[in-house]
């Protein structure tokens, strides 16, 4: 006997689309996770060209508190980029206390600057020609992009972590 084979164009079975209701489906914080792990690389990305940008263009000698700043910046910058890869919730906790440290120290020293008692008197001049309020402006566009790069990694942490059912 022989066997019948079937026409070489032939689907096989189960696979005319009327199994759909047995196929997985992928829970959208999967696909959340990746879309956030994305995102925050483009951050931490845009945080590192911006940090570096910010050390070369700054004209006079830094202050300590500039330093440390910045080296909190970078060391944050580290441990975010490690617990991205990872997908570790611990590392990119650590990673957000210490972005908050930074983003703490570079608010303190726009706040122990002159410029906020030289804008109260109307003193500064042209904002151009005051280094020091060019210098402040760079720090406050670096604080709200540390704190928009915090908030996409917290709703990362959110979306990593497992919800049970109750």
């Known amino acids: 006997m022989s066997r019948r084979q079937p026409p070489p164009s032939a689907r096989p079975l189960g696979t005319d ?5 047995y196929r997985m489906v992928v829970d959208s914080r999967y696909t959340k996770v990746a879309q956030g792990k994305g995102h ?3 951050l931490l990305v845009a945080q590192v060209s911006y940090g570096s940008c ?3 263009l700054q004209q006079r000698g830094p202050g300590q508190l500039a330093v440390f700043s910045v080296l909190a910046g970078f060391i944050c910058l580290a441990i975010g980029e490690s617990g991205r890869r990872c997908n570790s919730k611990t590392l990119l906790r650590s990673y957000t206390v210490v972005a908050s440290i930074a983003a703490i120290l570079s ?3 726009i706040i122990t600057s002159n410029l906020p008692l030289q ?3 109307g003193s500064f001049g ?4 005051n280094p020091e309020a060019i210098l402040n402006g760079r720090l406050l566009i670096s604080v709200v992009l540390q704190l928009y790069t915090i908030m996409t990694t ?3 942490i959110g979306n990593m ?3 049970r059912a109750s």
Not at 17 to 21: H, L, N, R, T, V
């Open 154 to 156: 917290l709703t990362l």
């Open 161 to 163: 972590s497992v919800k």
């Open 126 to 129: 042209s904002v151009s020609s």
């Open 40 to 42: 925050l690389c483009k």
């Open 17 to 21: 689309g009327s199994d759909f209701s």
């Open 107 to 109: 608010v303190a020293q």
């Open 119 to 121: 804008i109260r008197s």
């Open 54 to 56: 910010f050390l070369f």
